[in-house]
């Protein structure tokens, strides 16, 4: 199995605001339902508020490359945010 994997920062993006947050994503085994996923923390504080609504949104990766994924769990007080996405990872 290949993995890509990518470790650094992102925006992500729900219902009008960005959020600028810490990606730990990897692609999965094409037999589990979704391509790509991981954990997601908010930067700053001050963003755990807007974490907490989080339910999906886009991802856009320094390069400029955004994918759709969906929260998984919601790590509520934490700025914490486990996702997945569906379609082609963005890394």
């Given at each position: ?51 907490a609504k989080v339910r999906d949104g886009q991802l856009r990766l320094p390069d400029g490359a955004e994918a759709d994924f969906t929260a ?20």
């Open positions: 199995m290949s993995e890509n994997v990518y470790r650094g920062w992102a925006t992500l993006i729900d219902h009008g605001f960005e959020i600028v947050v810490h990606a730990d994503l990897a692609t999965r085994d094409p037999g589990q339902s979704a391509t790509w996923g991981g954990h997601l923390q908010a930067d700053r504080d001050e963003d755990f508020e807007l974490m998984v769990t919601n790590q509520v007080g934490t700025g914490g945010l486990e996702i997945a996405g569906g379609a082609a990872a963005p890394f």
